[in-house]
Each structure stands twice: as C-alpha cells, then as structure tokens.
C-alpha cells in the first residue's frame, strides 16, 4: 500500500534493484538545522563523499505530500529556502502526506522512509536522545523508540551534547539497540569526540561493522544500530566552552518555556551564537566524516 506515497530517484532505484550501495540523508539539517547557503552547500557536498566513496547518496524528504527518496537539485534547494517545510517525525508523517504538504525528515521518519526503500544505512549529525530534567518532562526524541524497531544502521557523531548522554545511552540499552564506538572506547558527544560515557563496542573497521549488522538482521534482531563516529580532532571544540554555552542556552530555554521540538534548534542557534559561529562549522565537519564512514559501510555491506 505504501508504494503510492513513495517516489524514489531513478538512480537510488536502479541501485537498490542492482544492490548496489546506497546511503540515506535526512533533510532536516537542510531546513532547520543550518543557514542558507551553508545548509545548500552542506547537502551538495555531503552528497558529493557518499559518491567519491562508492554509493549512491539518497537525501530524503516530502514534497506535496510524496515521500522522495532522492532529491533533484531543485528540490535541494527548496528545501533549504522553503518557509513551508514542516519538521517531520514518525507521528506527523500521516497528516504532512495526507494534507500534500511540505516536510524535512528528522532522524525517525527518515530512518522509516529509508527502511521502506529498502535502505539500510543512514548518515546524519547527531541522534536525537533523552533531554536533560527529562524525568520531570518526560522529554524522550522519537529517534530512540524508531532504533529499537526500524532496520536502519545510523552513522553519527553521536547524541547532540545538550542531551542527557548517559540517559540515552540506558534507553538505549533498554531497547536492545547496539551502540558502537567507530575507533573509540568512548560513545562520542556531537562537537566533542569523549562524552565520559563507554559505547557498548569499539570496532575499527566498516567491513567488522557490516558483518555485525549482517549477523544482527540475519538473526530477526529487529531494530538499528548506532555507530558513534567522533569529530576529526581539527574541529573538535573545547569541552568546557561548549558545556558553558549549553549550560547559558538550557537555562534561557526554561525562562522562554521553550518546549518540545522547538528545544533542539533553539538550542542550537543559541549554542552557534555564544561560540561566535564555531558550532556551525564544527557542525559542517563532522557531517562529512559521517557521510565517509557510511559510505564506506554500506559498500561493505552491499559485499555481504
């Protein structure tokens, strides 16, 4: 039933009907996540190391209600410029296609629409995760709920540093979802590569990680893996600045009462203004090396 709200790209199609690799990306860093024309540049270049590394790059999103696995160009470019683009999780993914509206996919839905091409390794930033106070709020991202069930791998530069690591890491576990350290002991924090908190597996190369996915689907384990890949050293910002300005930007969200999915991009902007734009650029960097180790282990496991 679900094929008549999907459009997947010629290329992505005639890659997935040939095996050949393919990598998902989300659009939400697209539209909400950066500024135009970094965030442009960002997609276009990122789409540019998935192919230098042997895959098909398939960026997802929602147009007129059609779930698109692969966008032109041109609707690139919406996304980045567009005022009617909706962020869009798992709940919202019924009203955004039935009403034909216009929607950037957070890591959830995104996972969701990947799994339903038949896509199995995804690139993105960072997870989303349990937010800190969240046993007052009950603040949990849908992203971890959608790993424990969809079977998509997620290379990150692990969970977004304003989040409760720790936390997230226990849900994570509760779920039976594998958190792996890409050449780290260390589960890596966004804009620095230690958090303090022990991924579950180090492991060291694409193809040891392919085999791992290949005997956790191969035995109906349903569900993702998280594969936490650090920033490069060159970019890595200063650990104690960075829990400064989370610290200065979580305690102006609670004044506002800033809630909900509008936590995460105020967070951000905030974070991005107090390091005088550093974050950005961090940001921007750690996106390519994710979209390199995808790429990577998605030709090893189009191999297996």
Not at 73 to 85: P, R
Not at 178 to 189: I, K, L, N, S
Not at 191 to 200: H, I, L, P
Not at 262 to 276: D, M, N, Q, V
């Amino acid at each position: 039933m679900y094929q008549q709200y999907l459009e997947i790209h010629p290329e992505v199609q005639q890659a997935l009907a040939a095996g050949k690799p393919v990598v998902a990306l989300e659009s939400t860093i697209i539209s909400h996540g950066m500024p135009y024309p970094e965030n442009i540049e960002t997609a276009r270049r990122v789409e540019g190391i998935v192919r230098e590394h042997g895959a098909v790059p398939a960026t997802i999103g929602i147009l007129h209600g059609k779930l698109k696995v692969g966008l032109t160009d041109e609707e690139l470019e919406y996304m980045g410029k567009g005022q009617d683009i909706l962020k869009v999780s798992r709940r919202d993914l019924p009203f955004i296609v039935a009403k034909q509206l216009n929607g950037a996919t957070t890591v959830a839905s995104t996972m969701i629409i990947a799994a339903l091409a038949g896509i199995k390794v995804f690139v993105t930033g960072g997870i989303g995760g349990v937010h800190r106070n969240a046993q007052e709020t009950f603040d949990v991202s849908a992203d971890l709920t959608e790993l424990a069930n969809t079977n998509v791998a997620v290379v990150c530069a692990g969970a977004k540093s304003i989040l409760d690591i720790g936390l997230t890491l226990e849900y994570l576990e509760t779920h039976g979802v594998p958190v792996v350290g890409y050449q780290t002991e260390d589960f890596p924090a966004f804009y620095t590569r230690k958090s303090g908190f022990q991924a579950d597996y180090r492991v060291d190369t694409p193809k040891e990680l392919a085999k791992a996915l290949k005997a956790k689907w191969d035995l109906d384990l349903k569900g993702g893996m998280v594969i936490g890949n650090p920033i490069p050293e060159a970019y890595e910002m200063d650990y104690d600045a960075i829990h400064h300005a989370i610290e200065d930007a979580l305690r102006e969200a609670e004044s506002t009462g800033i809630k909900g999915k509008e936590t995460t991009p105020f967070l951000l902007s905030k974070i991005k203004a107090l390091t005088g734009g550093k974050s950005l650029e961090s940001n921007i960097q750690l996106v390519y090396n994710n979209a390199k180790v995808g790429a990577q282990l998605a030709v090893e496991l189009a191999k297996l």
